[in-house]
């Protein structure tokens, strides 16, 4: 069973970057569709970007041209480079793969202040 971990949030201006990882324990790399999601409080889970084994991406369209995914198949890691940080930003971001057959990590929470 693959575990995930997530990292990398923390407090920002609004403005200001992050960059999240998220480290699989297991062979991550044999997935084609890796996610990141987040979930601001009292709200739903929702997807925001995802990744194809081949490199390939799509985003939601509120972080489009903000956001930037990627991954490392080597080091069985998916990364989430954010730009431009907004307060309506502020969530706990998690990764999974699209179909979110994996058990949720802990998640790493990303505050960004006005």
């Known amino acids: 069973q693959v575990h995930l971990v997530e990292s990398g949030g923390g407090l920002v201006q609004s403005g200001g970057s992050l960059r999240l990882s998220c480290e699989g324990t297991?062979?991550?790399?044999?997935?084609?569709?890796m996610a990141w999601y987040r979930q601001a409080p009292g709200k739903e889970r929702d997807l925001v970007a995802t990744?194809?084994?081949?490199?390939?991406?799509h985003y939601v369209d509120s972080v489009k041209d903000r956001f930037t995914i990627s991954r490392d198949n080597a080091k069985n890691t998916v990364y989430l480079q954010m730009n431009n940080l907004k307060p309506e930003d502020t969530a706990v971001y998690y990764c999974?793969?699209?179909?979110?057959?994996?058990?949720w990590g802990q998640g790493t929470q990303v505050t960004v202040s006005s």
């Open positions: 297991g062979n991550i790399y044999r997935i084609n569709n």
């Open positions: 990744i194809q084994r081949g490199g390939e991406t």
């Open positions: 999974n793969t699209l179909s979110r057959e994996l058990v």
